[in-house]
């Protein structure tokens, strides 16, 4: 069943608590967005023509549009945390005991997220760049799933989870390998379960995780940290100037599955609306960017986006 379409205008004030650009993942976010704009509801088939009208994407997406997948996300309808909100990479590199934690979730969260298979959100987007229409996907979600979809003009603007990096010599390493040197050091774990958490996180609460045994770097000896940008950490600036340069071929922006709340993701619609550029949004809930939008759609992703992959959507286009 689709969702609430909505059509904004530009808004008389921009978002409350703007931070400056160039600052990282886990910068201030904004205050609720202004409601000082005026919306209105608008026909179910909305988003559809706003695909249509637009020759070049450049789509941003966000948990969400991994919820369908099983990969819990992060935030509620109103943009705020369902849980306790991530470990920071300050903590992470500065607490021994932190790490301990955070590798011992993980050890019984990898399990659930190296399962995970795309959905029909993934199936579609990866649709719409073959149709020609999808200048980039960047996402901020760390699963590959677009990948294992099909799409290749991928961005991993927070890196990747199946990727473990030595914060001392630099060395990559699978995941996977990783998982079997946690499990052989700690066996005693394997029998614990916990729910699923987002990016391969576990509910694991209320357990002592000191006697929880973490390897190091194998060459160096160094702090082995998931290959992804944790809050805190800054996204590489090579990343952000691709990003920026294919948002600058683009002629429109579809967000899809994100509350922007992070200020690395918002920074893309905060420089397409200074260029002129449509965005528009899928989230179930309000997002940051609400008074920045030229149309939002609030429904499940692989509802909202079910026309791209239907004979009379994506093949149609194909010759349009």
Same mark, same amino acid.
């Given at each position: 069943?689709?969702?609430?379409?909505?059509?904004?205008?530009?808004?008389?004030?921009?978002?409350?608590?703007? *931070? #400056?650009?160039?600052?990282?993942?886990?910068?201030?976010?904004?205050?609720?967005?202004?409601?000082?704009?005026?919306?209105?509801?608008?026909?179910?088939?909305?988003?559809?023509?706003?695909?249509?009208?637009?020759?070049?994407?450049?789509?941003?997406?966000?948990?969400?549009?991994?919820?369908?997948?099983?990969?819990?996300?992060?935030?509620?309808?109103?943009?705020?945390?369902?849980?306790?909100?991530?470990?920071?990479?300050?903590?992470?590199?500065?607490? %021994?005991?932190?790490?301990?934690?955070?590798?011992?979730?993980?050890?019984?969260?990898?399990?659930?997220?190296?399962?995970? /298979?795309?959905?029909?959100?993934?199936?579609?987007?990866?649709?719409?760049?073959?149709?020609?229409?999808?200048?980039?996907?960047?996402?901020?979600?760390?699963?590959?799933?677009?990948?294992?979809?099909?799409?290749?003009?991928?961005?991993?603007?927070?890196?990747?989870?199946?990727?473990?990096?030595?914060?001392?010599?630099?060395?990559?390493?699978?995941?996977?390998?990783?998982?079997?040197?946690?499990?052989?050091?700690?066996?005693?774990?394997?029998?614990?379960?916990?729910?699923?958490?987002?990016?391969?996180?576990?509910?694991?609460?209320?357990?002592?995780?000191?006697?929880?045994?973490?390897?190091?770097?194998? /060459?160096?000896?160094?702090?082995?940290?998931?290959?992804?940008?944790?809050?805190?950490?800054?996204?590489? /600036?090579?990343?952000?100037?691709?990003? *920026?340069?294919?948002?600058?071929?683009?002629?429109?922006?579809?967000?899809?599955?994100?509350?922007?709340?992070?200020?690395?993701?918002?920074?893309?619609?905060?420089?397409?609306?200074?260029?002129? #550029?449509?965005?528009?949004?899928?989230?179930?809930?309000?997002?940051?960017?609400?008074?920045?939008?030229?149309?939002?759609? %609030?429904?499940?992703?692989?509802?909202?986006?079910?026309?791209?992959?239907?004979?009379?959507?994506? %093949?149609?286009?194909?010759?349009?």
């Amino acid at each position: 069943m689709r969702g609430k379409v909505q059509l904004c205008c530009r808004p008389v004030k921009d978002v409350d608590g703007r *931070v #400056k650009p160039g600052h990282d993942v886990g910068a201030p976010m904004a205050g609720p967005a202004s409601r000082n704009y005026f919306c209105r509801m608008a026909s179910p088939s909305a988003l559809e023509e706003f695909v249509d009208r637009h020759r070049r994407l450049f789509v941003l997406t966000g948990a969400g549009c991994s919820v369908s997948s099983g990969i819990p996300d992060y935030r509620d309808a109103d943009g705020a945390w369902k849980r306790a909100p991530p470990v920071t990479f300050q903590a992470f590199m500065a607490q %021994e005991a932190t790490r301990r934690r955070y590798w011992a979730r993980s050890l019984i969260g990898w399990r659930g997220i190296s399962r995970a /298979r795309p959905n029909d959100a993934h199936r579609a987007l990866a649709r719409l760049e073959a149709m020609g229409k999808s200048e980039i996907l960047l996402t901020q979600n760390v699963d590959r799933l677009h990948q294992a979809a099909g799409s290749e003009a991928v961005i991993d603007l927070h890196g990747r989870l199946d990727h473990v990096r030595c914060m001392g010599c630099g060395r990559a390493s699978p995941r996977d390998e990783l998982q079997d040197e946690l499990s052989r050091l700690n066996p005693e774990w394997l029998a614990r379960d916990a729910a699923d958490a987002p990016d391969g996180d576990a509910d694991l609460d209320g357990v002592d995780f000191s006697d929880f045994a973490v390897p190091a770097c194998a /060459r160096c000896g160094g702090v082995l940290k998931p290959d992804v940008v944790f809050f805190g950490e800054t996204v590489p /600036r090579p990343r952000v100037e691709a990003a *920026v340069r294919h948002l600058e071929a683009a002629d429109a922006m579809l967000i899809v599955g994100s509350s922007l709340m992070v200020y690395s993701g918002f920074r893309f619609v905060e420089t397409a609306a200074r260029g002129g #550029k449509p965005a528009a949004a899928v989230n179930l809930g309000r997002t940051r960017a609400d008074p920045l939008l030229a149309l939002k759609v %609030e429904a499940s992703c692989d509802a909202a986006l079910a026309f791209l992959l239907t004979p009379s959507g994506g %093949e149609a286009r194909l010759t349009s």
